[in-house]
């Protein structure tokens, strides 16, 4: 997918919202810069666990 | 006593006197609310003014305390509350135009706990919409102007609160922070700021920024004001999932300037960004530090290089979480900066989002290891003075799209991680700008924070300076 399509597929997640010509060039140039972000993020993280916290009530003990 | 004398006095002086009846409450609020009404139209520091309301809650707080039911050390105090926290029959707005009517039916936790200690909530202060921002321009009510030069903005997102503490309205305000936005704005108004550990004071009742980030903070002018409204409101509360148990907060009690043989550690590569004025101050602020017994480190946390971008990508993708429903039936009320923001944020994928999280677990280890070697660490709270608001959103000029040393990761890494930290005036600018120095403590070490933070005030008198604002 070229890098106008990926911003575009993103830009679908807005369920319609309306924006100007110059809001959407911003907020596609703000999508690339994440898409740099996740890029480094994903290498720096790349041997850290992945978070697996559960949503057991706080405080339950075993047996209890 | 004359108004102006009244609003000379810090929390802890107004406390005692309210306490012994040599003021009355009812003067002590009088006077503030005069103070807000006579600066307003240069500050624009409030929403919301609660002049009936809390004109009665004195009258009442000066009864108790003549028929000797005393309340603690916030009772008859006139204090103010960022527009973020829900008040029951007050308008609650967020700084949002979605909200700008909305009436909540109950009390956030904090207001319950305020009004449990007596506190007199004289005004609801203005805000970044919702806390999306960092300059407090970004409000539907107007930017908040700085009380040290109007041509300034007073630092977001609890501005408001902030520039009403600097301004002599009130000794005592409580906003909240999910990337910055205690520490940033004390910074700017010279001021303390403070936030403690994640889940020390509930959220409940409080708008979500990011629900992983979002603490409540406290502004005051001393260290000492600080923990004694701390007490007021910490502990825990089954309403907030974050909520911690904790024993009561006796944080004042157990306030003393003992720092002797205490290390704190700078994390010098990530200081080459900050302005030579607020290297001078932090400098010179370290020596007093080093002169009261500290030992002062070389610390090298290289996984912060990449704090800020995930502090920034974490609440990007949780606050679109809060504000999508709104934001599919009134996006075009918000902001246009901050629904572009929200936006952008939709557009985070799940995998993305816990990516970030990932980095953010390796970020918080480094950090964890850096505390088996330093009690404290310390940096200039923002590289420079508050920008001039002509300066736009980029005069905050933070750099949070790259790994760098920026020091924008320094301002950043302390909500993300939920750590407490305390922004404390340490200087001036040429230009007569206030400079801020923060102390950020390991996890639940709150008190230490606090302490070394008391032992610089306790060395020095920047904190005792007063912005020159006249009314108008």
């Known amino acids: 997918m070229n890098d106008n399509n990926r911003v575009a597929h993103r830009l679908a997640f807005l369920d319609g919202a309306a924006f100007s010509q110059a809001d959407l060039e911003s907020m596609a140039a703000e999508?690339?810069?994440n898409e740099r972000i996740i890029a480094e993020l994903e290498e720096f993280a790349q041997t850290t666990p992945w978070i697996s916290l559960q949503v057991q009530p706080a405080g339950k003990k075993v047996g209890s | 006593?004359?108004?102006?004398?009244?609003?000379?006095?810090?929390?802890?002086?107004?406390?005692?006197?309210i306490a012994a009846r040599q003021i009355s409450s009812s003067e002590t609020v009088r006077a503030a609310l005069t103070r807000l009404e006579q600066l307003e139209n240069?500050?624009?520091?409030?929403?919301?003014?609660?002049?009936?309301?809390a004109t009665v809650a004195a009258k009442q707080a000066d009864e108790e305390i003549a028929r000797g039911k005393y309340r603690g050390p916030l009772h008859g105090v006139p204090v103010t509350i960022k527009d973020m926290f829900e008040t029951a029959g007050v308008r609650t707005t967020g700084g949002s135009k979605i909200l700008a009517d909305w009436i909540p039916n109950t009390d956030a936790d904090l207001v319950e706990k305020l009004r449990a200690a007596g506190a007199i909530i004289i005004g609801?202060?203005?805000?970044?919409?919702?806390?999306?921002?960092?300059?407090?321009?970004?409000?539907?009510?107007?930017?908040?102007?700085?009380?040290?030069?109007?041509?300034?903005?007073?630092?977001?997102?609890?501005?408001?609160?902030?520039?009403?503490?600097?301004?002599?309205i009130g000794p005592l305000s409580y906003g909240t922070e999910t990337g910055s936005s205690v520490r940033r704005p004390a910074s700017y108004c010279g001021i303390v700021g403070f936030k403690p550990t994640f889940g020390i004071i509930s959220r409940h009742g409080s708008f979500r920024g990011a629900w992983s980030q979002d603490h409540v903070g406290l502004f005051a002018r001393s260290v000492k004001d600080i923990s004694l409204g701390l007490d007021a409101v910490a502990g825990y509360d089954p309403r907030d999932p974050a909520s911690v148990q904790q024993?009561?907060?006796?944080?004042?009690?157990?306030?003393?300037?003992?720092?002797k043989g205490m290390k704190i550690g700078v994390p010098r590569r990530f200081l080459d960004s900050v302005t030579p004025a607020v290297k001078e101050a932090f400098d010179a602020a370290l020596k007093v530090l080093a002169d009261a017994g500290c030992e002062i480190v070389n610390i090298d946390i290289p996984e912060l290089r990449y704090a800020a971008m995930t502090s920034n990508m974490t609440s990007s993708a949780e606050s679109t979480?809060?504000?999508?429903?709104?934001?599919?039936e009134r996006h075009q009320d918000y902001v246009p900066h901050v629904a572009r923001g929200i936006a952008v944020g939709m557009t985070i994928t799940a995998s993305e989002y816990l990516t970030v999280q990932r980095a953010r677990q390796r970020i918080r280890e480094a950090v964890r290891s850096a505390y088996e070697r330093v009690a404290i660490i310390a940096s200039p709270t923002t590289s420079r003075v508050a920008?001039?608001?002509?300066?736009?959103?980029?005069?905050n000029s933070d750099d949070t799209h790259h790994a760098s040393f920026n020091h924008s990761n320094m301002l950043r890494f302390p909500s993300m991680l939920g750590l407490p930290g305390c922004s404390l005036p340490i200087g001036f600018s040429p230009?007569?700008?206030?400079?801020?120095?923060?102390?950020?403590?390991?996890?639940?070490?709150?008190?230490?924070?606090?302490?070394?933070?008391?032992?610089?005030?306790?060395?020095?008198?920047?904190?005792?300076?007063?912005?020159?604002?006249?009314?108008?």
Do not use: C
């Not at chain 2, 920008?387 to 005069?395: N, Q, Y």
């Open chain 1, 31 to 33: 999508i690339e810069d």
């Open chain 2, 321 to 328: 979480g809060i504000n999508r429903r709104w934001f599919r």
């Open chain 2, 387 to 395: 920008p001039l608001l002509s300066e736009g959103l980029k005069g």
């Open chain 2, 124 to 168: 609801k202060t203005n805000l970044d919409e919702f806390g999306h921002g960092g300059t407090s321009t970004l409000s539907h009510f107007g930017p908040v102007h700085n009380p040290w030069d109007v041509e300034r903005i007073a630092g977001g997102s609890s501005g408001g609160s902030a520039a009403a503490v600097a301004a002599g």
């Open chain 2, 247 to 259: 024993d009561k907060p006796a944080y004042a009690f157990r306030l003393e300037a003992k720092i």
């Open chain 2, 1 to 17: 006593m004359i108004d102006a004398d009244i609003l000379q006095l810090d929390l802890t002086d107004l406390s005692w006197r």
């Open chain 2, 42 to 53: 240069k500050l624009n520091a409030f929403i919301t003014v609660l002049r009936d309301q």
């Open chain 2, 431 to 472: 230009e007569g700008m206030p400079i801020g120095m923060q102390l950020i403590g390991a996890w639940f070490a709150d008190q230490t924070v606090l302490n070394s933070a008391l032992a610089y005030q306790s060395e020095t008198d920047w904190h005792t300076k007063r912005p020159a604002l006249a009314p108008g």
